[in-house]
């Protein structure tokens, strides 16, 4: 039978766009090619709706009233089976508020993404049983890419708060000292936040070039400070000022080469017209400028204020601390226990 409930859809549906029109809608044309026919809408007879249908979206001939619809079938707007059949689908187009050139971001998308599953929710509740459930889509896939970039959002926060407990443990075991690790992670951390921060200052939207960038941040932090680390933990001075002028006069000049190298060829993806290299170029001159930063005056004033002397916080000096104290233990009871076999045996003599 015809679906009255379908026809009013086509004016309902642009509830969730804005208020916008519908741009086409198969019953709404129906009733039109019907109406122009001196035939009357809806239908009233199961089989004569699905021969007008039929003969509506029908291959043009030269009869001008066969095929006006035929449109939709090629533009597969709408589908049926073969002649004679009683069952068909059709999309109603609406017009779209979006840009599909454009990228958006989640928070742009959410409201229409809302609005669009609770009308399709409350369409399939006012559905006859004899149709098949109504769904909301968008020929941009603009929806779907919602979706990935909500993926692309968890899958980088995890991905940067799991580099950064690595960083945090192979700091610990390759420095040996847990107050310079420290020190040196949460240097690593600001840098790691004013990276991302530079992201959302240049408005870019979190997608595969700003995931995987926001990801390797951590390691390129980590290969400039843990130099500092390893030079201030190895030297042979005792005091704080005496190891990180030590560090900074053998690793600074190193640690600075390194960078204006690294700037350099950077500076020359900002030439390129491909997005992720232009990307990838403001993102390594970025990171690397905040790594100097972080490195040269973050951390080396930490280190001056907060730095351990001697072996304060050192993992080996524990260790073979305990391993002393552990020493001094036996070799207590066991002394111990000699003295008390010795008055033993002078009791029974």
């Excluded at 766009?17 to 044309?29: A, S």
């Excluded at 226990?337 to 010795?342: E, I, L, P, V």
Aim: glycine fraction near 8%; charge should be neutral; charged fraction near 15%.
């Amino acid at each position: 039978l015809p679906l009255p409930p379908t026809f009013h859809i086509c004016f309902q549906g642009a509830d969730f766009i804005n208020d916008k029109t519908i741009k086409h809608c198969l019953m709404k044309d129906f009733k039109s090619w019907l109406n122009e026919n001196s035939l009357s809408f809806p239908v009233e007879d199961s089989d004569d709706f699905w021969e007008k249908m039929h003969e509506y979206l029908a291959a043009p001939t030269t009869d001008d009233s066969t095929g006006a619809g035929y449109d939709y079938v090629r533009r597969k707007l709408t589908k049926m089976g073969h002649a004679g059949s009683k069952r068909m689908y059709f999309l109603i187009s609406s017009v779209e508020t979006f840009n599909p050139t454009l990228f958006y971001a989640v928070p742009t998308v959410r409201s229409s993404h809302a609005a669009a599953n609770a009308f399709e929710t409350e369409r399939n509740a006012d559905k006859p049983d004899e149709a098949t459930n109504f769904f909301v889509t968008t020929s941009s896939g603009l929806f779907t890419s919602m979706r990935m970039q909500q993926a692309y959002i968890s899958s980088t926060f995890s991905g940067v708060l799991m580099a950064l407990g690595l960083a945090l443990g192979s700091l610990v075991l390759f420095i040996g000292n847990l107050v310079t690790a420290f020190l040196a992670f949460l240097s690593i951390c600001s840098v790691v936040c004013c990276t991302l921060g530079l992201m959302v200052m240049l408005d870019w939207q979190i997608g595969p070039i700003e995931a995987i960038c926001a990801t390797i941040v951590v390691g390129f932090s980590v290969d400039y400070i843990v130099h500092y680390a390893l030079s201030y933990t190895e030297a042979p001075e005792c005091t704080r000022v005496g190891r990180l002028t030590r560090a900074l006069v053998d690793v600074g000049i190193s640690v600075l080469s390194g960078a204006i190298t690294t700037m350099g060829a950077s500076a020359f993806l900002l030439a390129t017209r491909v997005q992720f290299l232009f990307k990838f170029g403001v993102f390594m001159l970025g990171t690397v400028a905040f790594f100097i930063l972080a490195a040269n005056f973050l951390f080396a004033s930490l280190m001056a204020i907060l730095g351990p002397e001697r072996d304060f916080g050192s993992l080996s000096a524990s260790l073979r601390r305990a391993r002393n104290c552990r020493k001094s233990v036996e070799e207590g009871a066991s002394a111990g226990a000699r003295g008390s076999g010795q008055s033993g045996h002078y009791a029974t003599s």
